[in-house]
């Protein structure tokens, strides 16, 4: 029974061992066998070029990701404060507007009552002001009594707060009390533009009627778009306002754009990470709320062991540098990369520094190496 058990374990374990994937096979003969010899003439063909890594200062870097974003106060939210019919607007998602442009027109018979109310409140208050002033003259000859001429000083004062506070809601309609009379009443009130910017949102047609509290269209004001960026807990305490920052989106990711930190989160969120917030120095063209980038925040100088980038090959999850033995066997040997400025990179490896690696056409060992695996 012991023996049936053992049998058992063994086939088990023969088993899982031959279970990897053929791509876990082909990463380890790769890892595995890491030395290469190449003839003279695939030497020249290959191009390859030998050199010592070298000590330099790079910027010391952080890589991290984000999206494109607008600070609230350039997000604008249109509604009309009275409510209304829309009679007609020519907007659509994308389009750009002026601040004073007008971008729709309401109707509604609410608007005619509060143009009336306020001329007939203005008028009654010339009669009340010519009142006031003749019932004070008279006060003051002692011809009527004080309590006339308190009643009317009574009236004369609450019909301004009248008109007052009918004019501030003419004015947040967007019609100009001082401009107003009987000839200029109508039933139709414009809507004007806050912002110059552009239309992210039409949230109404033609006829249809809206209240107070619905949001007619968004609009953006590019001016201030930024790059929100996450960094994580660990590395937060490295980012300070005004360090350098280099942004790639994904469409071009060769392409980067100068960057500086203006704000830095005071507070970590439930993923352990925090938000810092960069002014484009110059923005780019293409900029829309939302978009993803990737960045590499500068956050100081190092003394580090550095080789060409096209010394660096990856392959799998795991990145190489190759060694010439001699002038021609070549060995892989494991690496750690680093920041990168000006077409170098820090490596980090054990008793790299000083010896002989391909700084040039790295890639041709890698692809020898793989062709020699799969013979």
Known sequence: MKAKYLYIMVIALLYS????????????????????????????????????????????????????????????????????????????????????????????????????????????????????????????????????????????????????????????????????????VSRSVPVYSPIHGYVTKVN????????????????????????????FEKDISQVKIGQKVKVSFADDATKEYDCEVILVTRNIDESRSGTLHCHFLSSPKQLLPGMFLNARIMVGKTDAITVPEDAVVRFGNKQFVAEAISSSKFQLLEVTTGAKENGVISIDAKNIEGKNLVIKNAYAVLSKLKNSSDE
Not at 68 to 77: I, R, T, W
Not at 214 to 220: A, Q
């Open 204 to 231: 109404v047609n033609i006829g249809k009627f809206v209240n107070p509290s619905d949001v007619l269209f968004e609009l953006i004001n590019p001016d201030d778009i930024h790059a929100a960026l996450t960094v």
């Open 17 to 184: 061992c031959s279970s990897s994937t053929p791509q876990e096979k082909e990463d380890a003969q790769v890892t595995e066998s890491t030395e290469v010899s190449f003839s003279e003439a695939q030497l020249k063909t290959a191009g390859i070029v030998i050199g010592k890594p070298t000590r330099q200062v790079l910027q010391s870097e952080l890589i991290v990701n984000g999206v494109v974003d607008v600070p609230p106060q350039n997000m604008v939210s249109v509604s009309f404060p009275m409510g209304g019919f829309l009679k007609s607007t020519q907007l659509m998602p994308g389009m750009p507007v002026n601040k004073g442009q007008v971008i729709a027109v309401m109707e509604d018979p609410a608007l005619i009552q509060l143009q009336q109310d306020y001329l007939v409140a203005v008028s009654r208050l010339q009669y009340l002001q010519l009142e006031y002033d003749r019932q004070k003259e008279l006060n003051e000859s002692k011809v009527n009594a004080d309590k006339v001429f308190q009643q009317i000083q009574s009236e004369f004062t609450s019909q301004r707060v009248i008109v007052k506070g009918l004019s501030e809601r003419l004015k947040l309609i967007g019609i100009n009390p001082d401009k107003l009379s009987e000839a200029t």
